[in-house]
C-alpha cells in the first residue's frame, strides 16, 4: 500500500493535497499532530469525519515533537485525544468495512491512557500499529526491535520500525530485518541511504510504505519521504512485489539521478516485472552483501564508485562471460578507461561489468560527423567522463588536445593513453587558444562547469566559436548550457548532454534485459 500522509495544517488543506494526488495512494495518514488545534478539537466537536478519510483504510497519528511530529504538549492529553477520537468515529467507519489504524508508539504501553487508547481502538476493530523512532541511527539488530515492538501491546499488533539510516551498512541491517518478516511488518528507513527501503516496500513484504506532498507546501513529513505519483508512477510501486527483480545506481550522491525516471520506464515498456532504485552508497563492501539480499540483476555506477566497480573485474574472466552480443566491446572499454558503469549479474550470482559511456558519447558526435579520422577535438576537462570521452575520440582516430583546470591531470591522461593515437595536454587557460585553434573540428566539454546551479559559468569563455565546430557539452542539466547556447549561436552544430545519457542508458538497458 502507498500510504499518502497528509501534512496540511487545516482539514481543508489536507482536503486539498487528496485531490492533489487521489489514484495514486492506497492509505491515508491523518497526521493529527500537523492540524492546528481549533481544527484538530472541530473533530470531535462537529462530530463530522472527513469524507475522503473514509473512502479507503486510514491511520491515525498523533505525533510527538520527540519522534519527528509536532506536538509539544502534555502526553497524556494527546492519548485522551485519540481515545476520544476513536469512540467518536470508530465504530462508525469499522461497521462501513472502512479500515481504521491507530498509530501508537511503543513506551505508551506503560501508561494508563496510552493502554486505554489501545483497548478502546481494539474495542472499535481498530488495529494498533506499534512504533518506534530513531532520527539518530539505525538499530544493532533491528530483527530483535521488531520483536519487542510485537510483544509489547496486545496481539496482532503491527510493529513499525522508522530509523535513521546512516550508511550502506545500516541498510544492510534494515533490508535483513524485512526479509524475517511476515508481510505485517512497516520498516521505514529515513534519510538518503534508507530511500531503497521506502520504494522497495512491495519487493520487501512490507505492510505500505509513507508518501507525502514532498515537493509542496512544507514538503516532505520525514527525511527522504517523494510524494505518492512517484512512488506509483516513476518506482512503479503497485506491480511490484516479492518476485520482482531489482536494479539499481549506486554513487553518492544519487537520489537526483535520471536513470531510475529512464530504466523504470522501459522495464514498464518491456512489460517487465522489475524495478530501478537510486541506492545512495558509501561502503561497496556492505552494498555487494546488499546486492546478495536483493538479487539485484543489475546496476549502473555513478561518481565516485566507477573507478572502484573496475576493480571488482579482473580482465580476462569478465570478457569472457558477459552475456550480451556487443558486450565484449563493453568489457574491454571497461579495462581500458578503468572506470566501470554497468554491471550486470546472472542468476548464479556472477557480476558481469561494463562501460557504455564510451559508445554513449561517440553515438552522438557519429551521427553529426561519421569520419572522425585525423580530426582535431578539444576536450576540456580530465575527470572521469573524459577518460571515457578521450578513449572513444583516440579509438575513432581523432587528433586530441586535452586542457584541464589542474594540468598535470591533463598530462597524466595524455600520457596514460599517449599509446592509443596522437594526443596532447595543456592548461585550460587562453594561452592554450593556439593549441584549441588546430584541434578545433569538435570541442567536447566534460567538466562541471555550467552545471546547476551555477549556470552562468562557462569553462571555455577565453575562446570565440567560428561556427564550423561540432560542439559537445555533456552536462545535461540544464539542457541548453551557456556554452552550448554560445556555439549554437555562433552558428555551430551542438550535442547536449541528454543525448549522451539517453545513448549509454539505452545501452545499459540492453544489457538488463538479459538478464
Ligand atoms: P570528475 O571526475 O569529478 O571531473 C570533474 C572535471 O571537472 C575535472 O576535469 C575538473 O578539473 C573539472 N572542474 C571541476 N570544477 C571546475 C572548475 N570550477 N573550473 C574548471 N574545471 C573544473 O567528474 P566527471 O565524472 O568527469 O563528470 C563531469 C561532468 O560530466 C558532470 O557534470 C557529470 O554530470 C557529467 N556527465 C554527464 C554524462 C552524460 O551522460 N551526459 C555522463 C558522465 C558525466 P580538475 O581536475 O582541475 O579538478
Redesign the pocket.
Known amino acids: 500500500m502507498i500510504c499518502f500522509t497528509l501534512s496540511a495544517d487545516t482539514l481543508h488543506g489536507m482536503s486539498t493535497q487528496v485531490d492533489r494526488y487521489r489514484g495514486h495512494f492506497d492509505a491515508l495518514e491523518l497526521r493529527l499532530d500537523l492540524l492546528r488545534q481549533n481544527e484538530r478539537e472541530e473533530l470531535l466537536r462537529g462530530g463530522t469525519f472527513p469524507a475522503w478519510a473514509s473512502e479507503i483504510p486510514v491511520i491515525l497519528t498523533f505525533r510527538r515533537e520527540s519522534d519527528g511530529g509536532g506536538w509539544n504538549g502534555d502526553n497524556t492529553e494527546r492519548l485522551n485525544f485519540l481515545t476520544a477520537l476513536v469512540a467518536e468515529h470508530a465504530g462508525h467507519l469499522v461497521g462501513e468495512g472502512q479500515k481504521v489504524f491507530l498509530d501508537l508508539e511503543d513506551d505508551v504501553v506503560a501508561l494508563d491512557a496510552g493502554r486505554k487508547a489501545a483497548d478502546t481502538a481494539t474495542s472499535y476493530g481498530v488495529q494498533i500499529i506499534r512504533s518506534r523512532h530513531d532520527f539518530e541511527r539505525t538499530p544493532e539488530d533491528p530483527a530483535a526491535t521488531l520483536a519487542e515492538l510485537r510483544a509489547c501491546g496486545g496481539p496482532g499488533e503491527i510493529p513499525k520500525l522508522a530509523v535513521h539510516v546512516r550508511g550502506s551498512r545500516d541498510l544492510v541491517r534494515l533490508v535483513r530485518a524485512a526479509a524475517l518478516g511476515d508481510g505485517r511488518a512497516i520498516i521505514v528507513g529515513m534519510g538518503p541511504y534508507g530511500f531503497p527501503t521506502r520504494v522497495l516496500a512491495p519487493r520487501l513484504g512490507l505492510l505500505l510504505s509513507y508518501s507525502s506532498d514532498a515537493g509542496q507546501g512544507r514538503g516532505p513529513v520525514a527525511p527522504g519521504q517523494i510524494d505518492p505519483q512517484s512512488m506509483a508512477e516513476v518506482y512503479r510501486y503497485r506491480s511490484a512485489g516479492p518476485t520482482t527483480a531489482v536494479f539499481g545506481i549506486i554513487g553518492n550522491p544519487v537520489l537526483h539521478s535520471r536513470s531510475p525516471a529512464f530504466h523504470n520506464a522501459e522495464f514498464g515498456r518491456q512489460g517487465r516485472n522489475a524495478v530501478y532504485v537510486p541506492f545512495p552508497t558509501d561502503d561497496l563492501t556492505a552494498f555487494r552483501e546488499l546486492m546478495e539480499l536483493l538479487d539485484i540483476r543489475g546496476l549502473s555506477v555513478t ?1 565516485p564508485h566507477k573507478e572502484m566497480v573496475a576493480d571488482w573485474f579482473t580482465g580476462a574472466a569478465v570478457q569472457a562471460a558477459l552475456p550480451a552480443p556487443a558486450a565484449a566491446e563493453r568489457v574491454s572499454e571497461l579495462a581500458a578507461v578503468g572506470a566501470c558503469n554497468t554491471v550486470t549479474r546472472d542468476t548464479r550470482g556472477n557480476l558481469f561489468g561494463a562501460n557504455t ?1 564510451v559508445a ?1 558519447f561517440l553515438e552522438p558526435l557519429l551521427s553529426r560527423l561519421p569520419d572522425l579520422n585525423n580530426r582535431g577535438v578539444t576536450v576540456v ?6 577518460r571515457a570521452v578521450v578513449y572513444g575520440l583516440l579509438k575513432a582516430g581523432a587528433r586530441v588536445l586535452v586542457l ?3 594540468l598535470h ?1 591533463a598530462e597524466s591522461l595524455a600520457g596514460e593513453y599517449a599509446i592509443l593515437g596522437k594526443i596532447t595536454a595543456g592548461a ?1 587557460e587562453p594561452e592554450s587558444l593556439p593549441a584549441v585553434i588546430l584541434h578545433n573540428d569538435v570541442i567536447v566539454q ?4 555550467g ?1 546547476k546551479p551555477d549556470t552562468d559559468a562557462d ?1 571555455l569563455a577565453f575562446y570565440t566559436f567560428a561556427g564550423t565546430e561540432v560542439l559537445y557539452e ?3 542539466a540544464p539542457p541548453r548550457t551557456r556554452l552550448l547556447a554560445r556555439a549554437e549561436e555562433a552558428g555551430c552544430r551542438v550535442v547536449g ?1 541528454e543525448e ?2 539517453l545513448a ?1 542508458a539505452k545501452l545499459q538497458a540492453a544489457m538488463f534485459s538479459q538478464v
Open positions: 561518481i559511456d554513449g576537462g580530465a575527470g572521469g567522463a573524459a584541464n583546470r589542474t591531470r585550460l566534460t567538466t562541471s562547469v552545471m569553462p555533456i552536462v545535461y548532454g549522451m545519457f549509454q
